[in-house]
């Protein structure tokens, strides 16, 4: 849609309104909604198939514990920086019934360096490819590597973009907080005995 | 709102709707609101010229039904001067709108759809919001899944720009056993006369494939399609059959991955296709400007990709690979070897890259011959359990010479670098610094300084300011490529996701 001839202020001062009313049309969305009605942050449900050839549904995951979405790509930096740490993560909590889960995002022209890759690097958590971007969109996924902590009433607790070292202590803190507390005493006692 | 091209896709959809909502009615009855707002300002201070623009995606699901749209609003000074993301003229409106139906068996959606068959060599309608690449198209889709059968269809016309083209596309595919999966796949496009709207011909994309994996050590795929163009006009004698291939093999030998890719393509320029490069996509500046996957020739080109990777030991992997490419009847050759040694210190990484390039690229009248040797090294250094370092070297020695006039005796020579340091502080701040120089005198410039300091409020927003210069060039994301500007000035940019 093409507007008629306006000078450069007035279009520039019309852009910039209709940035500032589009900005804050989205960060009221979700308050407005969310008066009297608890499921505005739930996470959106799905099944997906896994690169193990398992099917994994998000609403039978968290009837284990708390679930982290983690969207990642072969070709994305920060995401091999992010996923050695989740998969310690992982590994720790995972008998106390945490999932981490995670999506990776590759097109059609990469998706064969998927499984090689995760291969590659002995990871052991599970793998969904997401090559139409479906699941990506279901979530608003915008960059990556996108990632959701997913409580065991499906909300998602929290929501984080890219990737710090550092990051994964923050997330460990938050898991420790929706975990039981003697799953956690144990996971920390098993971890400290396997070193 | 949503202009439905064909009625029976829009019967079929009530239909399969009203089938979804007696099924399912009442399983999901809670509204879901998702939402997400980019908002992007840019001032470039060389030409004085400045740019705002915001995306808004909304949707909202209840049960099986979700209805979608995207705001967009570009509002450039001049938009003949700059235009950094490719929107063009002004913009301000509802850029996309979709309904759809999402069963557990069926889906349904009309207005702005998405789709792709096989590996993306018939068709791949898709966006990629890092290089601002869209083909949707304004029209319906549709999904069945019965037991081990799979039908998808497709429909439509151009949803951005003046209208070129119409399509029509189906794929089937079975499940077979021992985990194989076969597919027949046919599109139809109408191309377009954007001028007076006339159907200038016919193109046809049909094809198979096949994939599955052989025991616990190898992955296959193979994918074949014929294309077909007729075009109306009498005068215009149109083209013999083209066709586009990929194979793809993958074995994998314990602590050693080996992946083979395999392309071939004829006369296969056509729209609405992406597919796989069989050539490496880099995490490097410096090899993703250079990677010849900008300069695929589709209209007849063959090679094919092999890569290694070997985990020495939990703190070391090493990665090769190499890459060839060539036409069959211009021989436009394009080879590239690479290295890559990662390793572990403690909390420490180190990765160390190594590549050559070489490839011919016409330009004009004249065959250019380019050849890069790149050298790159990371390490990312935690500093404290919150704050880490992240340096990153990269150089590049280019040597370039016209093969008409074989002036390789004389080439140019110029060396391009990049130095960037972060610091992150997590989980929501970091600060970067790119220094960049280069002794081409195809530049004007010979360096570039960026500052950029990145922060994450709450945990849905992210506010993003940066100021100096940037040297533009190649930008590539999963293996889509974009030509950048120059730019020099400032850019905020504030990401609100729900």
Not at chain 1, 138 to 162: E, F
Not at chain 2, 444 to 455: H, P, R
Request: with cysteine; proline share 4%.
């Amino acid at each position: 849609m093409s507007f008629p001839a306006l000078s450069r202020r007035s279009r520039l001062l019309f852009g910039l309104a209709a940035g500032i009313v589009l900005t804050l049309g989205a960060t009221h969305v979700r308050p407005a909604l969310a008066e009297g009605d608890e499921s505005a942050s739930m996470a959106p449900d799905f099944t997906a198939e896994g690169l193990d050839g398992k099917t994994y549904t998000l609403s039978e995951l968290l009837k284990e514990g708390p679930v982290y979405l983690d969207f990642w790509t072969t070709w994305c930096k920060p995401c091999q920086q992010a996923l050695p740490k989740l998969d310690e993560l992982h590994t720790k909590y995972e008998k106390a019934g945490f999932t981490l889960l995670t999506v990776a995002s590759d097109d059609q022209k990469t998706i064969a360096k998927v499984k090689p890759h995760v291969k590659s690097r002995g990871w052991k958590f599970p793998v969904i490819l997401d090559s139409k971007r479906e699941l990506g969109n279901k979530y608003s996924v915008r960059a990556y590597p996108t990632s959701y902590l997913i409580s065991q009433d499906g909300k998602v607790v929290s929501m984080h973009q890219g990737y710090r070292p550092g990051d994964e202590k923050v997330l460990e803190e938050e898991l420790i907080s929706l975990l039981p507390a003697d799953a956690v005493k144990a996971a920390s006692e098993s971890e400290g005995g396997s070193h | 709102m949503t202009r439905c091209l064909a009625l029976p896709a829009c019967a079929a959809l009530l239909a399969i709707s009203t089938h979804i909502a007696e099924a399912q009615f009442g399983l999901g009855d809670a509204t879901q609101i998702q939402a997400a707002n980019q908002f992007e300002f840019y001032y470039d201070t060389d030409v004085d010229e400045s740019v705002l623009d915001d995306r808004l995606d909304v949707s909202a699901s209840r049960g099986a039904f979700t209805v979608g749209v995207t705001f967009l609003s570009h509002s450039p000074s001049d938009p003949n001067v700059l235009d950094q993301n490719g929107f063009g003229p002004q913009v301000q409106g509802i850029r996309k709108r979709w309904f759809e139906v999402d069963g557990s068996d069926v889906r349904a959606r009309v207005g702005d759809v998405y789709a792709t068959f096989g590996r993306g060599l018939a068709l791949q309608i898709f966006e990629d919001q890092t290089v601002d690449f869209d083909n949707v198209l304004d029209g319906f889709y549709g999904s069945v899944t019965h037991g081990a059968f799979g039908l998808e269809v497709i429909g439509g016309s151009n949803s951005i720009g003046e209208p070129f083209q119409t399509l029509k596309g189906a794929q089937g595919t079975v499940d077979m056993p021992g985990g194989f999966t076969f597919g027949l796949e046919g599109v139809l496009v109408d191309p377009l006369d954007t001028g007076t709207g006339e159907a200038l011909g016919s193109d046809r994309l049909g094809g198979a494939f096949l994939g599955g994996p052989l025991g616990d050590y190898v992955d296959t795929y193979g994918e074949y399609v014929v294309r077909r163009y007729d075009p109306i006009q009498e005068d215009d004698p149109g083209l013999p059959d083209g066709h586009g291939a990929y194979a793809n093999l993958t074995f994998y030998l314990g602590r050693l991955q080996i992946l083979t890719e395999y392309k071939d393509f004829l006369r296969y320029v056509t729209e609405n296709i992406n597919p796989p490069t069989a050539f490496r996509s880099h995490t490097s500046t410096l090899l993703n400007r250079g990677s010849h996957i900008a300069a695929l020739r589709f209209d007849d080109e063959r090679g094919g990709f092999g890569e290694a990777t070997f985990a020495l030991n939990d703190q070391t992997r090493l990665v090769g690979s190499w890459s060839k490419t060539e036409a069959r009847h211009g021989n436009y050759p394009a080879t590239e070897a690479y290295g890559e040694i990662e390793q572990w210190f403690g909390h420490s990484e180190i990765v160390l890259r190594m590549a050559e390039t070489e490839e011919v690229i016409r330009e004009g009248a004249s065959d250019i011959f380019f050849e890069r040797i790149t050298h790159s090294g990371t390490i990312v250094q935690p500093l404290s359990d919150y704050l880490s370092l992240d340096v990153t070297v990269e150089t590049q020695g280019v040597q370039e010479s016209n093969r008409q006039t074989q002036s390789y005796q004389f080439p140019l020579e110029y060396r391009d670098n990049i130095v960037s340091a972060t610091l992150n502080k997590a989980p929501n701040m970091s600060w970067g610094l790119t220094y960049e120089w280069s002794d081409s005198p195809k530049e004007e410039d010979d360096a570039w300084l960026w500052a950029d300091w990145n922060v994450q409020v709450g945990s849905r927003h992210q506010l993003s300011l940066g100021a100096g210069k940037l040297r533009g060039g190649q930008l590539c994301s999963g293996g889509v490529c974009k030509l950048v500007q120059p730019f020099e000035g400032v850019k905020l940019e504030f990401l609100t996701t729900f």
